[in-house]
């Protein structure tokens, strides 16, 4: 590909210290933007200060949601070098959910590389610390302008990044998680196993309601039956009932989480049990009511791994461990989070220095 066309700040941001990073608060100075005209193509893709867009009224993303994004993260390492962690498979599952929402697809190879390029330009934002990163977040919305339900003939992408804190500040803990009842997220067929902006937005209501009564997050059930789990509210979920790990399969209405993806590859390979099947939510109650019930978890790229020491389901608190980290869930995410600062052998690749 050809050389990305590089415009600099004229003037640069002060950079936050690691220890008052937030999540999704603070960005950096650049910003990576390509634009498609139906006819044209993909344009190439440049490099601009951070700034705002001017966009028309009618532009069809206002209008009729035509939005899909990812989210990946690099760490700076121990040793000094800026890795992302499994670049390739969040730039195919950017291209998968534009696919699902009618958006032309992007070259991968310009995408990682394009984003790499970025990276490589604002490698001062990255944080330090252990548990901190540099989120990279790309986009893509329908920007012609006009009123009328068809695919859009013009679309912008565009990759932000912001400084994140660890997600644990004081030290991983359990959260508490209600099984939502009223609501659904996705039915196979839909729209749930892709990355838009609209799947985020039909979840709102439903999470603030957990919040407000105390639950950090809601485990959401099918939308047919309201009978199976399907996934956390930003992660997927697993379980371990005995000595075997369970997970939601990906049938449709679910997200192929990157994470996910990861954590069944490390479980195998230390030769647990693990299936990928339906999980009702009644046995998920028996395993606990008959103690089979060891360990909770959620996966996701903002946690890696996040411990879950209560769920409330029908009046019901099953309090998981006593609400204590499971042993699988902590061997996973120190694991992971090992590879990601490079304090681990990567024997699949999954990281890349920038």
Do not use: C
């Not at 008052?20 to 044209?40: I, N, P, R, S, W």
């Not at 892709?194 to 957990?210: D, F, H, Q, R």
């Not at 990861?262 to 390979?269: A, G, Q």
Request: charged content about 20%; proline content about 5%; aromatic content about 8%.
């Amino acid at each position: 590909m050809a050389a990305i066309m590089i415009e600099k700040a004229s003037t640069l941001k002060p950079k936050p210290e690691d220890t008052t990073l937030g999540f999704g608060q603070v960005f950096t100075d650049h910003m990576l933007v390509a634009e498609y005209h139906e006819g044209k193509g993909w344009g190439e893709a440049r490099i601009q200060p951070y700034q705002s867009f001017q966009m028309d009224p009618a532009a069809a993303v206002l209008h009729y949601g035509q939005a899909v994004f990812d989210g990946l993260k690099a760490f700076h390492g121990t040793d000094g070098k800026i890795r992302l962690f499994r670049p390739q498979k969040h730039v195919a599952r950017l291209n998968y959910s534009a696919g699902r929402m009618s958006i032309p697809p992007m070259d991968p190879e310009m995408v990682l590389q394009s984003i790499r390029e970025l990276v490589r330009l604002e490698r001062a934002w990255v944080p330090r610390t252990v548990g901190t990163s540099l989120y990279i977040r790309p986009t893509i919305v329908a920007s012609e302008a006009f009123l009328g339900v068809r695919p859009a003939k013009s679309y912008l992408f565009f990759v932000i990044l912001s400084p994140v804190g660890a997600y644990y500040p004081e030290g991983m803990a359990p959260v508490k998680i209600r099984v939502e009842e009223q609501y659904v997220r996705a039915v196979a067929g839909g729209v749930g196993d892709a990355k838009t902006a609209g799947n985020y937005a039909a979840s709102l209501t439903a999470a603030e309601l957990a919040k407000h009564d105390g639950y950090t997050q809601v485990l959401w059930l099918d939308g047919v039956q309201r009978k199976y789990i399907d996934e956390v509210g930003t992660m997927n979920i697993m379980l371990r009932i005995g000595d075997e790990v369970l997970t939601p399969p990906l049938g449709g209405s679910i997200l192929a989480g990157v994470t996910r993806d990861s954590s069944l590859t490390l479980l195998r390979r230390w030769g647990m049990k693990v299936s990928e099947r339906q999980i009702s939510i009644d046995e998920l109650v028996d395993a606990h009511r008959t103690g089979r019930l060891q360990e909770v978890w959620g996966t996701g790229t903002a946690a890696v791994i996040s411990p879950v020491g209560e769920l409330a389901y029908r009046g019901e608190r099953m309090v998981v461990q006593e609400g204590i980290i499971g042993k699988v869930t902590q061997r996973l995410y120190d694991a992971i989070v090992a590879i990601q600062y490079g304090n681990a052998p990567d024997p699949d690749g999954w990281t890349m220095v920038v």
